[in-house]
């Protein structure tokens, strides 16, 4: 038994709580990782895990196990990346990355040719998602994010920029339905309303004195991708609320114009978060860093 990927393999199945999970993440069977794990314990002499309907949760001495692998793993990856730095080894592998439709679809085309060029060495494996993915559970290296509030997590967590909501329209809408010049015109226009988890049916005005103003749009097209929202409002479907980092382009380009621009709809802060460990693998550290500088 090679012991070492016994570990590995014992460690997803604790972050999982799934052997299915687990399996996935790891790219093989359901079947190869359970004899893997019966022949861990055997080895051991010792029950590691229990399985119920529920899933996989850690016996005593399956706490204390992982708590050890966790603990030799890390130790072991970063005497590896250390002989790779000090050999000169450039950042290498399969980086797994999860990101929403709006990133890959419209700041993606900006920015991987660049990294591609300066690490050819890692092959970028993009889970294109507006949903919030589980990064052990689903094999996840890195994920970058968008929201108003970032939910309570383990996962370690870098900002990469802080965005305001701006309210957005095409000249073409504008010209035949007029410019609002106050909060209470917008009940008197076309509004395009994401209805995805983090954004509720009503909008919540901050205006440029500091007081807000809470109002529900009438809203004739609603969608759950930023990415369709971003199209109905190029199109001169109507009024749409938008990060000014998705639109910034447009509105340079007057294709997109500031819809009651001393106002927003608060802010979104761009994330990227990845696994909580000792020792945060080359090809994370530099996917992430790259990015970073991008978004500055």
């Not at 689903?138 to 967590?157: C, F, K, N």
């Amino acid at each position: 038994m090679d012991q070492v990927k016994a570990m590995r393999a014992f460690q997803r199945i604790a972050q999982a709580k799934s052997l299915s999970a687990a399996a996935q993440s790891l790219d093989t069977t359901h079947s190869s990782l359970s004899r893997q794990l019966q022949a861990l314990e055997a080895s051991l002499g010792a029950q590691l895990v229990r399985r119920d309907t529920r899933g996989i949760t850690l016996t005593e001495a399956g706490e204390r196990y992982h708590a050890a692998c966790t603990d030799i793993l890390s130790r072991l990856d970063a005497a590896h990346a250390d002989a790779a730095a000090d050999g000169g080894k450039a950042p290498a592998g399969t980086l797994r990355v999860s990101m929403p439709l709006s990133i890959a679809t419209l700041d993606l085309p900006d920015w991987l040719p660049a990294f591609q060029a300066r690490h050819a060495g890692i092959r970028l494996d993009v889970v294109c998602t507006d949903r919030f993915t589980k990064l052990v559970a689903e094999g996840i290296d890195v994920a970058l994010r968008i929201s108003a509030e970032l939910e309570d997590t383990s996962m370690m967590a870098r900002t990469l920029a802080v965005s305001d909501m701006v309210l957005v329209a095409a000249p073409r809408y504008l010209v035949g339905h007029g410019m609002p010049r106050t909060p209470q015109d917008l009940s008197r226009h076309q509004c395009l309303v994401h209805n995805g988890p983090e954004n509720p049916a009503h909008w919540t005005l901050h205006m440029h004195d500091g007081q807000q103003q809470t109002l529900r749009p009438d809203s004739h097209f609603a969608c759950d991708t930023v990415t369709a929202l971003y199209a109905a409002a190029k199109c001169g479907l109507g009024i749409a609320a938008l990060t000014w980092h998705t639109v910034r382009a447009d509105l340079q380009a007057g294709t997109l114009v500031r819809v009651l621009p001393d106002i927003t709809l608060g802010q979104r802060t761009y994330t990227a978060l990845y696994p909580r460990t000792r020792h945060v693998p080359p090809a994370v550290r530099a996917f992430i860093d790259f990015v970073a500088t991008c978004y500055r």
